[in-house]
């Protein structure tokens, strides 16, 4: 199965914001980045557990190519890959 692509960028102070651009209300946050991207998992699997309980099927994961990214985002974060939700 292949992983969602999310982007972690820096928030203003401190700490990290990540978001999943297949799924725009997924976003997260952590205070390093390893935290953020666990988060993203975490975040990930509570949005598909809702789309499973709706009856709507989670996206399939978009290619780099395919996601529309700004020339900002691109410039000052980084990209990461969050796995798929196992079936529960």
């Known amino acids: 199965m292949r992983p969602f692509i999310a ?5 203003p102070g401190n700490g990290f914001s990540i978001c999943i651009p297949d799924l725009p209300h997924c976003n997260s946050t952590g205070q390093t980045i390893p935290e953020a991207r ?3 998992e975490h975040a990930l699997g509570l ?4 789309l499973q309980r709706s009856g709507k099927p989670l996206p ?3 290619y780099m190519h395919e996601l529309a990214w700004s020339q900002e985002r691109l410039t000052d974060g ?6 798929q939700p196992h079936a529960a």
């Open 7 to 11: 982007f972690i960028r820096k928030q």
């Open 38 to 40: 666990a988060n993203a």
């Open 78 to 83: 980084l990209v990461v890959l969050i796995p």
């Open 60 to 62: 399939i994961p978009s």
């Open 47 to 50: 949005h598909w557990r809702r």
